[in-house]
């Protein structure tokens, strides 16, 4: 089972480039969100999504964009890298059980913006 | 501002010792999550506690929600090296879509 597959494992960017990072999940998943995760700071939501067509903003969105224009896929856009993005960045999906969900993630894709 | 307090931050012990990691915050959540995480890899899901007061044990490792649902622990007993990793508790609120809150987590590191 591939679970959760999150491409590429490492970038660097330079100031100003942009990129986005993939994520597909092959379990069917409805919910689907995405986290950086930095020293000392846990793992804080920037997006998320209920669903396909469906996306919303969590904690730290500014500088990312998504969409979600399938169940398995749930890109993440980076419109003009800054330093302040370094940081690595982990998907996760998950599906409504009551209150009982548990989230899946990726395996992280490590982000240096120099 | 960070919803979940986790403390300790990091805890560095000798095998054999108990220990106890603490998530607090000041609102109620619906279920509240125990993650772990090993270097390179994304967290996995320990367990999950959704009623107030309910306590869940997994081997040596156990897990109590507090009373009012703003609070929770994780205790570990006998502590082995393979149970070194990052702990990071999670909060999620009914109907909010699968969204998580989490703490800062707490790097544990268990010595022989």
């Known amino acids: 089972n591939a679970g959760v597959t999150q491409t590429p494992k490492f970038q660097v960017l330079k100031t100003g480039q942009s990129m986005t990072l993939q994520c597909a999940q092959d379990?069917?998943?409805?919910?689907m969100s995405w986290y950086r995760q930095d020293p000392g700071m846990g793992l804080r939501l920037i997006h998320y999504s209920v669903g396909a067509g469906i996306t919303d903003q969590g904690e730290v969105p500014n500088g990312y964009n998504v969409s979600r224009s399938t169940t398995e896929d749930f890109p993440l856009r980076l419109l003009s890298a800054a330093p302040s993005q370094t940081s690595v960045y982990f998907c996760?999906?998950?599906?409504?059980?009551?209150?009982?969900?548990?989230?899946?993630f990726g395996q992280g894709t490590r982000l240096t913006v120099v | 501002t960070q919803l979940l307090e986790q403390s300790p931050q990091f805890l560095s012990i000798q095998e054999g010792e108990n220990l106890t990691v603490y998530c607090n915050s000041s609102?109620?959540?619906?279920?509240l999550q125990w993650y772990r995480q090993e270097p390179g890899e994304g967290p996995v899901l320990l367990v999950t506690?959704?009623?107030?007061?309910e306590v869940k044990k997994l081997k040596r490792l156990t897990f109590q929600f507090g009373d009012a649902r703003k609070d929770s622990s994780l205790h570990i007993t006998a502590a082995q090296p393979g149970d070194t990793g990052l702990y990071l508790c999670?909060?999620?609120?009914?109907?909010?879509?699968?969204?998580?809150?989490f703490g800062q987590g707490t790097e544990l590191s268990v010595k022989p």
């Open positions: 379990m069917n998943h409805e919910y």
């Open positions: 609102s109620v959540f619906s279920s």
């Open positions: 506690v959704v009623t107030g007061g």
């Open positions: 999670a909060g999620a609120r009914y109907n909010q879509g699968g969204k998580l809150i």
């Open positions: 996760a999906s998950s599906t409504p059980d009551g209150m009982n969900t548990e989230a899946f």
